[in-house]
C-alpha cells in the first residue's frame, strides 16, 4: 500500500509510532497527484509549495510531542471555502482572480487541527449543479469510470478523496451537494446539521441551506473530520452554541434494538434497477445488524424539488448581487457608464446555469410574486421539516438511496437542467430540513459504478450516523475496490 | 380652491454605537477612506452579519420615548438594489417585522399642541459613499459609512404645513439627542430626512397623488423644498394638471425641486427576511430595563421646570433645549437655592459668553457651584448685583470662583455703617452746590449723590445702604 491510499487513522498510527513523517504523505499524494490529476482534473489550484512547507513544520511539532487531531494529513479544500491568500473562485468566471483577505473558519479550525492544505478542489459554479461540468475552470471526471461526471457540486472533493488525490477533503452541501457525489464516488460524505458547522469563510449559495461537511474514505475519518470542523462560531449568527460530541466514540457502537425508517415516497420509479437492489441489500444488512426497519412516510417528500427550486434561487440571487465588478473578481474593459458595467460584468462573469437561476430567484422574489412563490415554498418548507420531526418519533434514523442514478456520462444532462435537477431528489429534503446526513457506499452497479447509501437523522445527531453507517460499512462487506486509473 | 398639503416624513438617525452594525469596525467619523473597513462590511465573498446589541437597545430607547409598541419578535430582510455603495448588492433592513410600530410625539404650535403619528421605527445599516473625480471618468468608493448603524422613523401623513412637518422633526430630533443615541448632526448626514408631500382641496378626505422629496440636509432646506413643492403641486393642480407621482431632489442652490425618477423607474427591492441573521426576540424584562435607562424627556422636563423652578415656558424651552444645560442649570438652582435668579444668570450671562464662543455648554468655565455661590454672595449682600456682572466675566476669563476673584479685585462690598456715613459725609461737603439745588426741591440729584459715592468707593458700597444713609444725611440740616 502507498501513503496516499490510506485513511486518516491508519496515517495517525503510522505518524505516531512507526515514525512516517507528514513529508512523506504529501509527498506520496503529490505523487498520485501528478500520475493522475490529468485525467480526473479535482483540484483548480494546487497548494504543493504551501503543503510541503506545512508538512516540514508538522515533523517539526510531531518531532517535539506536538501531535494535533490532524497533524500531517493532507486534506483538499472546496474552492467555495475562503483561505486567506490563496486563490478561491468559486468554479466562476467572476471570481477567477479573487485572494480572500480571511479565512474561513473552518479553514481555520483545520490549520489549527494540524491539518496540511493540498489544493482547492473544483466545482460547480457557486455550487449550482449535480456534475461539476458548470465549473468556469473545466469539468471532474470520475476515477472510476472517466467518460462519466463525479457528481457535484462538490465533484472535485468527491474525485479528489476516489483518486486518493488527498487523504481526506470538504466539500458544502445545499442539496446533496456532498452525498450526492460522495455516492458517485463511492467514498463517505457528510452533511452534518444546518448550525453544527459555521459557515462563516463558505461563499453563500442559498444561506438557509448551506452546510459544510467532509470526504473521507471510511466512516471512522469522517467522525474524525467532524471532530475538527463542528462547533459554535461566534461570527456566525445561525450557528447553534450546542456541545460537540467526540463523534469517534460513536464508532463500532452498533445499532442493536434501533428502529431504521425506510420512507415509502423514496422508492420509486425511475431508480436504477442496481441502485433498487443494492437498497435490498442495505435493508437486511440494517436488519442483520440487529435493528427493525420500519415503513414510514415523509408526506410533502413530492414538493420538496419544487420548494427547494424556489428558495435556493431566491437566496441565490441575493447572495450573488455582490459580484458587480466594483470591488473585486472579474469585471470588462470599455463600459459606458455604470449599468453597463453592471450589465456585462455580469452577462459574462457567470455562466449560463448561474444566470438561470438567479433569474428563477429574481423572479420568484418579485413585488407581486413573493406570496405566490417565496412565501408559499417557506410555509411548504415548515411542513417537510415537520415530516421529519414526527418521523424520527418512530425511527431512530432513515435510510434511503443517496442519488437516484449512478454517475452519468458527461454530458448527458447537460440540455435538460430538469434531469439534472432530479439527481437530488433524494439528498435535498434533508437541507429544507436542516437534519444531518451521510452517504456510505453500497455496492456497485453491474457496470462496477459506485453506489451509495443515505442515512438521515434527527438535528444534531451527527453521532447516530456515525454510528449507524460505521456498523453499516463493517457488516456490509462490500467488496473493497479501488477505480482502475 | 383652497388646497390643504399633507406631509409624511422618513427620518434616518445614525446611532451613536462605537461600532458598525454587523461587524466590529469603528463608526467614526471623517476617517481615511477604507479605513474603518473589513472583510464583513465590505461585503467580502463567504462573510456572515453579526448583530451589534447596543443597535437593538438605543432603537428600543427611541421607540419607547416616542410610545411605540416593541414587538416581542422581529426580523432582519434584505432591500435587494445595484449600487457601487452597496457593496453586497443588498442592504440589511427590517421591512415586514419591524423593531417597532404605532407611536407618536406630541409638537407645539401657536395654536396648541398637536399628535403626530409614528408608523414604525426599524433598524438597518448605513451605506458607503461615492466620491466623484471631476477631472477624470472615474470613482471611488469609500465604505467607512457602510454598516454604521441607522434607525428609521417613519411617521403618518399627518403633518398639514410646513411648520408642522418642521416642529416635528426638531422634536424627534431633541428626543434622539436627549437619549443620546444620535448627535443628530445633519451636515455630515447623521440626521437625515425625506419628504412625502400631497395636495388635496381642503375638507377632502382622499389624499391626493404625492411626491417624495430627498436631500434636504438642514431644517431651513426642509422648510424651504416643502414649501417650494407644495407651491409647485398647487401651481400644477390650479391648472388643471396632475400632479405625478415621483422622487424629486431638492437643489439647494437653485432653491427648487427636481425630477429625479419616476414611478415605473421606482425598484423592486425583493424584500425577503435575512436568512443569514435569526429573528430578534425581546422579552418585557428587556424592554423594562431600557425604560429604566430612559433619561427625562425634553417635553417632560419643560413642564416640570415651569412647574417647579416658577420660570416662564419660554425660559424652561431654553433651559431644556439641551440634556447638559438642563442639568447645570439645575445644579445651579438646587446649590443657591433660588432657581428664578439661577434661571436669569443661566439664560443671562452664561448663555451670552458661550453664544459669543460658539461653545457648548459642557466646556463653560463657570462651575455650577461657582455660579452658585455668586447667586449666594449677591442674596447676603457680600457683593451688589452690579459687582456680580464683572465678577461674572472674570470667573468666565479665569474659570476661578467668586471669592477668589472678588478677593484678587479687592471687591468687597462696603456694608460698614460708620465707613460709609464718613464717605457720604465727605460726598456731601464736596458738593455745596448740588446739595443747595437738592434741598431747593431738585430731588433728581439724588441720584447724582449716589454715583458720587459709588465713584468714591470704587462701586463697592452697598447700593442699599448707600440709600439709607444718603437720605437721612441730605436731609439732615
Redesign the interface.
Known amino acids: 500500500m502507498e501513503l496516499h491510499q490510506l485513511t486518516i487513522h491508519e496515517l495517525q498510527k503510522l505518524i505516531r509510532s512507526q515514525g512516517i513523517a507528514s513529508s512523506d504523505i504529501v509527498k506520496s499524494v503529490f505523487s498520485r497527484i501528478d500520475a493522475v490529476e490529468g485525467n480526473v482534473h479535482a483540484y483548480i489550484t494546487l497548494m504543493k509549495e504551501y503543503a510541503f512547507a506545512e508538512a516540514a513544520k508538522a515533523d517539526k511539532d510531531v518531532k517535539e510531542g506536538i501531535l494535533k487531531p490532524l497533524t500531517g494529513i493532507p486534506i483538499a479544500l472546496k474552492d467555495i471555502l475562503c483561505t486567506k491568500g490563496f486563490l478561491t473562485t468559486c468554479g466562476s468566471h467572476i471570481l477567477h482572480n479573487y485572494v480572500p483577505p480571511y479565512d474561513a473558519t473552518v479553514v481555520q479550525k483545520l490549520r489549527e487541527a494540524g491539518a496540511v492544505f493540498t489544493g482547492k478542489t473544483n466545482m460547480d459554479e457557486f455550487a449550482m449543479g449535480s456534475s461539476t461540468e458548470t465549473s468556469y475552470f473545466g469539468i471532474t471526471r470520475n476515477p472510476w469510470d472517466l467518460e462519466r461526471i463525479p457528481g457535484g457540486s462538490s465533484g472535485g472533493s468527491a474525485a479528489a478523496v476516489a483518486a486518493d488525490e488527498c487523504i481526506a477533503s470538504i466539500g458544502s452541501d445545499t442539496g446533496g451537494s456532498i452525498r450526492q457525489p460522495a455516492a458517485l464516488c463511492g467514498v463517505v460524505g457528510m452533511k452534518p446539521t444546518y448550525g453544527r458547522v459555521s459557515r462563516f469563510g463558505l461563499i453563500a449559495f442559498a444561506s438557509s441551506l448551506d452546510q459544510i461537511g467532509p470526504f473521507t474514505k471510511d466512516v471512522e475519518d469522517c467522525a474524525i473530520m467532524m471532530n475538527a470542523i463542528a462547533g459554535y462560531d461566534p461570527r456566525e449568527s445561525t450557528s447553534v452554541p450546542l456541545n460537540v460530541p467526540d463523534y469517534t466514540e460513536f464508532i463500532s457502537r452498533g445499532i442493536g434494538g434501533w428502529k431504521v425508517g425506510i420512507p415509502k415516497e423514496y422508492f420509486i420509479e425511475g431508480i436504477h434497477p442496481d441502485i433498487e437492489k443494492a437498497m435490498q441489500r442495505a435493508i437486511t444488512t440494517v436488519e442483520g445488524l440487529g435493528a427493525t426497519c420500519v415503513e414510514i412516510s415523509l408526506p410533502h417528500t413530492e414538493y420538496c424539488l419544487a420548494v427547494y427550486y424556489i428558495i435556493a434561487p431566491a437566496e441565490a440571487s441575493s447572495n450573488l448581487a455582490r459580484y458587480d465588478g466594483v470591488k473585486y473578481g472579474f469585471r470588462p474593459q470599455g463600459s459606458i457608464d455604470l449599468l453597463d458595467m453592471y450589465k456585462k460584468t455580469r452577462s459574462a462573469g457567470f455562466g449560463a446555469e448561474v444566470k438561470r437561476r438567479i433569474m428563477i430567484g429574481t423572479y420568484a422574489l418579485s413585488s407581486g410574486y413573493y406570496d405566490a412563490y417565496y412565501k408559499k415554498a417557506s410555509q411548504v418548507r415548515a411542513l417537510i421539516k415537520r415530516d421529519f420531526t414526527e418521523a424520527f418519533t418512530l425511527c431512530d434514523a432513515i435510510l434511503t438511496p443517496t442519488s437516484p442514478t449512478p454517475a452519468f456520462k458527461i454530458g448527458e444532462k447537460m440540455d435538460d437542467p430538469l434531469q439534472m435537477y432530479l439527481s437530488d431528489i433524494f439528498t435535498i429534503s434533508t437541507n429544507l430540513a436542516g437534519i444531518p446526513g451521510i452517504s456510505v457506499p453500497c455496492g456497485f452497479t453491474k457496470d462496477g459504478l459506485p453506489i451509495g447509501a443515505q442515512f438521515l437523522a434527527g438535528h444534531f445527531e451527527e453521532g447516530k450516523l456515525i454510528q449507524i453507517a460505521s456498523a453499516f460499512e463493517k457488516y456490509a462487506n462490500i467488496e473493497k475496490r479501488r477505480p482502475a486509473l | 380652491m383652497p388646497y390643504e398639503p399633507v406631509i409624511g416624513l422618513e427620518v434616518h438617525a445614525q446611532l451613536l454605537t462605537e461600532t458598525k452594525i454587523f461587524c466590529s469596525c469603528s463608526t467614526q467619523f471623517g476617517a481615511e477612506p477604507n479605513s474603518h473597513t473589513c472583510?464583513v462590511c465590505?461585503?467580502?465573498?463567504?462573510?456572515?452579519?453579526?448583530?451589534n446589541r447596543k443597535v437593538v437597545e438605543y432603537t428600543m430607547k427611541m421607540a419607547l420615548a416616542t410610545h411605540c409598541r416593541i414587538n416581542e419578535a422581529c426580523n432582519f430582510a434584505?432591500k435587494?438594489y445595484?449600487y457601487?455603495d452597496l457593496?453586497?448588492?443588498?442592504q440589511i433592513s427590517q421591512y415586514a417585522q419591524p423593531l417597532s410600530e404605532h407611536g407618536y410625539v406630541d409638537i407645539e404650535l401657536d395654536g396648541g399642541k398637536k399628535r403626530i403619528g409614528i408608523t414604525r421605527i426599524h433598524m438597518e445599516e448605513d451605506a458607503g459613499k461615492l466620491l466623484h473625480d471631476e477631472h477624470l471618468p472615474s470613482s471611488y468608493?469609500d465604505l467607512n459609512r457602510t454598516g454604521v448603524p441607522l434607525i428609521e422613523i417613519v411617521s403618518e401623513p399627518d403633518m398639514r404645513s410646513t411648520d408642522e412637518a418642521v416642529a416635528y422633526l426638531k422634536r424627534l430630533h431633541e428626543i434622539l439627542v436627549y437619549l443620546e443615541i444620535c448627535d443628530g448632526n445633519m451636515e455630515e448626514g447623521s440626521f437625515r430626512c425625506d419628504a412625502n408631500v400631497s395636495l388635496r382641496p381642503r375638507g377632502e378626505m382622499m389624499f391626493g397623488t404625492r411626491t417624495e422629496l430627498k436631500n434636504m440636509n438642514s431644517f431651513r432646506n426642509v422648510q424651504r423644498a416643502l414649501d417650494y413643492e407644495i407651491k409647485r403641486q398647487q401651481y400644477i393642480l390650479e391648472s388643471g394638471q396632475d400632479v405625478i407621482q415621483e422622487t424629486r431632489l431638492w437643489d439647494d442652490s437653485k432653491g427648487e425641486t427636481q425630477s429625479m425618477r419616476g414611478k415605473e423607474e421606482a425598484h423592486?427591492y425583493?424584500?425577503?427576511p435575512d436568512?443569514?441573521?435569526?429573528p430578534i426576540v425581546i422579552d418585557n424584562a428587556w424592554t423594562e430595563e431600557m425604560k429604566k435607562s430612559l433619561p427625562e424627556l425634553p417635553l417632560e422636563k419643560r413642564e416640570r421646570f415651569i412647574r417647579d423652578y416658577q420660570i416662564p415656558p419660554y425660559d424652561a424651552g431654553v433651559l431644556t433645549s439641551s440634556r447638559a444645560l438642563a442639568g447645570y442649570f439645575e445644579e445651579v438652582a438646587r446649590l443657591s437655592g433660588k432657581p428664578k435668579i439661577a434661571s436669569n444668570w443661566v439664560m443671562g450671562d452664561v448663555l451670552r459668553f458661550l453664544n459669543e464662543e460658539k461653545r457648548d455648554i459642557k466646556e463653560c468655565p463657570v462651575l455650577p457651584g461657582s455660579l452658585a455661590e455668586m447667586i449666594q454672595l449677591i442674596e447676603d449682600g457680600t457683593i451688589s448685583g452690579k459687582m456680580a456682572k464683572d465678577i461674572i466675566v472674570e470667573m468666565y476669563r479665569t474659570g476661578k470662583s467668586p471669592q477668589a476673584v472678588i478677593e484678587e479685585k479687592g471687591m468687597i462690598q462696603i456694608t460698614d455703617e460708620g465707613t460709609l456715613e464718613k464717605t457720604v459725609a465727605e460726598v456731601i461737603a464736596a458738593n455745596p452746590t448740588q446739595l443747595a439745588q437738592y434741598r431747593g426741591g431738585k430731588e433728581k440729584l439724588f441720584g447724582y449723590f449716589v454715583g458720587q459715592v459709588m465713584k468714591a468707593t470704587q462701586g463697592k458700597a452697598n447700593p442699599q445702604l448707600i440709600n439709607e444713609l444718603l437720605k437721612e444725611m441730605l436731609a439732615k440740616e
Open positions: 472583510p465590505m461585503g467580502m465573498p463567504g462573510v456572515l452579519p453579526v448583530l434584505r435587494n445595484f457601487p457593496p453586497k448588492g443588498y468608493v423592486d425583493r424584500y425577503f436568512p443569514d441573521l435569526v
